[in-house]
């Protein structure tokens, strides 16, 4: 149960984070940041990928889901803009979601 309440956890910040990276990008990207969108549109396609076809919770997705995360937030957290801040607030809490879903 507990597992089962961690995995639902962790797909609803998948689903936040993937919208939050998708506008981060677009910010970016409008900012010459384009480093940082690529990741973000990565972190995006990872966090939207967690659930496979059947509508389960994949272990291995939720793996790059986490790392992709780390990678968005960490070159998010280089920048000193409120939409960055946002988005590295939201790929740590997705992050560790996903990595407290995968135990």
Do not use: F, W
């Not at 990207?29 to 690529?38: I, N, Q, V």
């Not at 272990?59 to 070159?75: E, M, S």
């Amino acid at each position: 149960m507990e597992n089962q309440h961690s995995e639902q956890k962790a797909i609803e910040l998948c689903e936040k984070c993937a919208d939050v990276c998708t506008t981060n990008a677009e910010k970016c990207r409008e900012e010459g940041l384009d480093d940082c969108a690529r990741l973000c549109m990565e972190c995006a396609i990872a966090c939207n990928n967690v659930v496979d076809q059947e509508g389960k919770v994949d272990p291995d997705l939720l793996k790059k889901c986490a790392d992709a995360c780390g990678a968005c937030a960490a070159k998010c957290e280089a920048h000193d803009n409120q939409h960055c801040t946002e988005c590295a607030k939201i790929c740590r809490e997705c992050q560790e979601a996903c990595y407290s879903a995968m135990d």
